[in-house]
């Protein structure tokens, strides 16, 4: 496992050393989000009986940044050695394609599980917590870190250009999360869009990172636990069989 441990530590670095732009401005952006929408609705909106609005708010922005933060690591990473030649060098050595996967992944949890980190860190003066559900904190947590990675990964591989991955992630990427919960309960939405939001794999993410948070959640965690593991094994599978078959990468 040399071979997956060198570039493991390649793509730890390479978002470390620019931490301020990787981490600090995440964090800085949902910090934002948090005095905006806590200063506008703490006193008008109480989501969950006893639960005040900025408590409810936290994980979904916890969330939100853990999801874009591992899609990102992968996704740039592989779009910035295609622009400018260097994949090659992570293509010559004898690497396995399973041992590339690992290693693009592993880092794109890793940053995103730091950056939430980060948000929930300097959200602590905001919000009380419980924390009734420490299990599903930690399983919801990996595993959308998981998803996003193993979809920065694939976003990667299918994009030629920036602005093409920035379509990726401009018309999916943030459309999946902010019309997911973050912000609101769904049971707010009228019936038609409460059964589009139950369509949305993110949904089911952010609102069982919340029931860790405040026992409360729109759906059952069983349920979102379920859906999210089928999302990261098809979307896991499709992206080994493009690295295997060297699907724009080989050419």
């Not at 996704?75 to 090659?88: D, R």
């Not at 078959?245 to 080989?250: I, T």
Request: net charge neutral; with cysteine; hydrophobic share 55%.
């Amino acid at each position: 496992m040399s071979g997956f441990s060198a570039l493991f530590y390649k793509e730890l670095l390479r978002f470390w050393k620019v931490v301020v732009q990787t981490v600090v401005a995440p964090v800085v952006t949902a910090l934002l989000y948090l005095l905006i929408f806590s200063h506008v609705l703490e006193a008008h909106i109480e989501v969950y009986p006893g639960v005040s609005y900025s408590s409810f708010l936290v994980p979904g922005l916890v969330m939100m940044s853990m999801l874009q933060n591992a899609f990102a690591n992968s996704s740039s990473s592989l779009i910035q050695s295609k622009m400018q030649g260097t994949i090659v060098f992570v293509l010559l050595p004898p690497l396995s394609y399973l041992e590339f996967f690992l290693a693009y992944l592993g880092a794109a949890i890793l940053r995103g599980l730091v950056v939430g980190l980060g948000v929930w860190g300097v959200t602590l003066w905001f919000a009380t917590w419980q924390m009734p559900h420490p299990g599903w904190l930690l399983a919801y947590g990996l595993l959308a870190c998981a998803i996003m990675g193993a979809l920065g990964i694939l976003a990667g591989i299918w994009a030629e250009k920036y602005d093409q991955l920035a379509a990726f992630q401009n018309f999916l990427i943030l459309p999946l999360t902010f019309l997911s919960g973050v912000f609101y309960s769904i049971h707010s939405l009228p019936p038609f869009w409460q059964a589009v939001s139950h369509a949305n794999p993110v949904f089911y993410l952010i609102d069982g990172f919340r029931y860790a948070f405040v026992g409360h959640s729109d759906s059952d965690p069983w349920l979102g636990l379920l859906v999210a593991s089928a999302c990261f094994v098809a979307i896991s599978a499709v992206t080994l069989a493009l690295l295997r078959s060297g699907y724009k990468l080989r050419h």
